[in-house]
């Protein structure tokens, strides 16, 4: 006798995305997990962060075990941009740590194991996060805390089916070459959700993503690298765009550009870019102060380096302190979409970042703070249009890595145009979402505000 066949991935992930699902029930759970759960954080001045230290000469911040991260500076030179010149303190933490989360089959139809999590950064404290979301030093227990749930599943994958595996980098402007494994992993049989944690349906997942800051940025990049559903997602469109936005997502539908010319477009970008960029010490850091206990921006612009102490219930030590950067502003994070051929484009810019890997990315349409554009001559291509449209399907608030980042919170919009892109534009180019799919196969394409937005766009999916 045979064994059953099982179902593509695209069909688990389509019905996974379109299954009815219980509202009530989520934010339910939520609530009773957040009466559950405390983290309590302080600010404090940099020079009493407990465990961490000022290194003589260069200024810079270190854990005392030489772990987790440091922030030291960086000089950057990049001929031909608005300010072709800078320094600026960032995050040095060369460790790639583990996002994951474990999905299986419940009643036919794939769940996604998400823990409710709080992070000292956290506008609003607890947010939806992965099954496990760890640095190296974390999971490999430097701090002597308890071991973390559900590692096991991710260190070792020999007994399971893995959807995803991947290094994604993040924000390049605050950190230097930061990577992380981003994984998805499948397991058969039953699985515990333990205190704090839940099995979610994509379509429940997707209907949290227009929540203010509920939905961290650690769930949101793995989720994106999940395929979209492709052609199995045909029969969920209602009307003109979500019709045009499943076509988008489907392998058969036509692009303005190959893949091949996208490839070709990042590589020659990436070639003609003249990214020179050097770490160094914090000390003397031009244009910054440190004073009252803070780093900052003699401007008041940007971002600050700032010291807290946190205690947490729930987590595997109770209390630490640490530095974290606070951004200046709330940014603007947003994709012009438009139907071409009947099939929904995003208009993608290829940015350059001091911090990435690979010296640029793709990137949403905008991506900026407003307010640190004033004193530029230059204002962010389609901005104003971002700002003033009335052609918008997406907008939400979602705050950023609450690690590191201390209230980062970014406006995720997507917006319909009618603006046209000379198809040689140096620096823009329009691709489907089975391309950005295929793009998310491989490390370093597409940058981690991006992966937000193509969360936010398959979050448009009509579901049951």
């Known amino acids: ?87 600026q303190p960032i995050i040095n933490q060369p460790e790639i740590g583990i996002l994951g989360i474990l999905v299986r089959e419940v009643d036919g139809v794939l769940h996604c194991l998400m823990q409710a ?29 308890k071991p973390i749930p559900y590692l096991e599943h991710f260190r070792d994958t020999s007994a399971h089916r893995v959807l995803v595996d991947i290094r994604q980098s993040e924000q390049g402007a605050w950190f230097y070459r930061k990577r992380n494994r981003n994984m998805v992993v499948e397991v058969d049989g039953e699985v515990e959700a333990r205190e704090g944690f839940r099995w979610f349906t994509l379509g429940e997942i997707a209907g949290l993503m227009a929540v203010p800051d509920l939905v961290n940025m650690d769930a949101r990049t793995v989720l994106a690298c999940l395929p979209g559903g492709g052609g199995a997602l045909a029969g969920a469109a209602v009307d003109a765009f979500t019709g045009a936005l499943v076509r988008s997502a489907d392998p058969a539908a036509p692009g303005v550009h190959t893949i091949g010319d996208v490839l070709s477009w990042i590589t020659e970008v990436r070639t003609r870019t003249d990214l020179r960029v050097a ?64 099939v929904l484009h995003v208009l993608t810019h290829a940015r350059t970042e001091a911090g990435y890997a690979d010296v640029t990315e793709l990137a949403p349409t905008v991506q900026c703070v407003p307010e640190t ?34 209230g980062a919170r970014n406006r995720y919009v997507v917006v319909e145009t009618d603006a046209e892109v000379a198809p040689d534009d140096p620096e823009y180019r329009w691709l489907t979402l089975h391309q950005y799919e295929e793009l998310l196969r491989h490390s370093f394409y597409v940058n981690i505000q991006a992966r937000t937005l ?10 049951g």
């Open 279 to 342: 770490l160094g010490p914090l000390a003397g850091l031009p244009g910054w102060t440190r004073e009252d206990g803070v780093i900052a921006h003699r401007s008041g612009r940007f971002f600050t380096v700032v010291g807290v102490d946190v205690r947490a219930d729930g987590r595997e030590v109770g209390a630490w302190s640490q530095p974290m950067v606070e951004p200046v502003g709330t940014g603007v994070i947003a994709f012009l979409v438009k139907e071409i051929g009947g």
């Open 1 to 87: 006798m045979t064994a059953p066949t099982r179902r593509s991935t695209q069909t688990r992930l389509a019905e996974s995305m379109l299954a009815a699902r219980d509202a009530d029930a989520a934010h339910a759970w939520f609530a009773r997990t957040a009466e559950q759960s405390r983290m309590h954080v302080d600010r404090v001045p940099l020079d009493a962060l407990a465990g961490w230290v000022t290194e003589p000469g260069t200024g810079n911040l270190r854990h005392r075990t030489g772990r987790f991260f440091s922030v030291e500076s960086l000089s950057v030179d990049l001929p031909g941009a608005p300010v072709p010149h800078w320094s």
């Open 117 to 145: 999590k709080h992070e000292p950064g956290n506008p609003n404290g607890l947010q939806l996060s992965p099954t496990v979301q760890a640095t190296r030093s974390n999971y490999t227990r430097v701090h002597g805390g």
């Open 373 to 406: 554009h004033e004193h530029l001559s230059a204002r962010p291509r389609f901005l104003d249009e971002v700002l003033t449209s009335s052609r918008v399907r997406f907008d939400a608030v979602l705050s950023e890595e609450g690690g590191r980042f201390l």
């Open 454 to 463: 193509l969360l936010c766009l398959r979050s448009l999916v009509p579901r």
